[in-house]
């Protein structure tokens, strides 16, 4: 049985850091890419970052500079490093793990999501 679980959300002041882990099973890990979306209320979900099982990383232009994703294939594992955030990182967001570099799709495997707020 496949499941993605994310942890490590929760609310943060603006320029805070957040780090965020997702934990696979039930797959291969290490032959899946893997990536983080987020959806804000009233908004569609939107890619955040992905890294593929060659390790090749993809950033959103808003995260760009600010957030870095990796992956540890031993502990089967995607992290999301999230530094100065801001009111518009505020979202939930999902860990995703699919075959397919077709990142505008939302295919594949996700998890059940993870609130971050950001907010003074």
């Known amino acids: 049985q496949v499941q993605l679980v994310e942890s490590g959300g929760g609310l943060v002041q603006p320029g805070g850091s957040l780090r965020l882990s997702c934990a696979a099973t039930g797959f291969i890990f290490s032959a899946k890419h893997m990536s983080w979306y987020r959806q804000a209320p009233g908004k569609e979900r939107e890619l955040v970052a992905a890294?593929?099982?060659?390790?090749?990383?993809n950033y959103a232009d808003s995260v760009k500079g600010r957030f870095t994703i990796s992956r540890d294939n031993y502990k089967r594992t995607v992290y999301l490093q999230m530094n100065s955030l801001q009111p518009e990182d505020t979202a939930v967001y999902y860990c995703?793990?699919?075959?397919?570099?077709?990142?505008?799709?939302?295919?594949?495997?996700w998890g059940q999501g993870t609130q971050v707020t950001v907010s003074s």
């Open positions: 890294i593929t099982t060659g390790r090749s990383t």
């Open positions: 995703n793990a699919r075959a397919t570099t077709a990142w505008t799709t939302l295919l594949g495997y």
